[in-house]
């Protein structure tokens, strides 16, 4: 064969080839693929592998199931509460409060905790908790204002409004 005639076909090997090595390569991808549609069981399912990673003291792979599940829980608009717990909880199981406290922070943060102003003081009082645990001081400063401005404002609870008084003292 030619030279003219090899790179030739070097060439269309390369065009045709490729792509399908690259097709083989992400159908072996080891990402779980995210379900088109989501149902309460693909968000229970990763509670559970959550947990069950937990219970094993597997933190980290704990950490990535409930992360899964607040994702799926975002995805259909409902507020991930608990699974971002369970996040704050893994973290603070590790001994490391300042992570956990910024789970929390996260929590707080999200658009459907900032209309449930329950929920989202509840994050923040238990956040600035973790941060002094963490050693770390300005920003439970930081938390402490928001609380009692939002204790002040009558959209808390009472009884929260109450507990977020006696523990800020």
Known sequence: ????????????????????????????????????????????????????????????AARREFREAAS?????????ETALRQVAAAYYAEGAPARAAQALDELAALPAAQRDQNVRARALLDAAFLYREAGQWQRPRE????????????????????????RMR
């Open 1 to 60: 064969m030619s030279r003219s005639r090899l790179a030739v076909a070097a060439l269309v090997a390369a065009v045709v080839l490729a792509p399908v090595a690259g097709a083989q390569q992400l159908t072996r991808s080891t990402a779980r693929a995210r379900p088109a549609v989501i149902t309460q069981e693909d968000i229970f399912g990763a509670v559970a592998r959550g947990e069950g990673y937990a219970q094993d003291g597997q933190f980290a």
């Open 72 to 80: 799926l829980q975002l995805r259909v608009r409902e507020l991930p």
């Open 143 to 166: 938390i402490q204002r928001e609380l009692r401005t939002l204790a002040a404002s009558g959209a808390l609870d009472a009884a929260l409004a109450t507990e977020i008084e006696r």
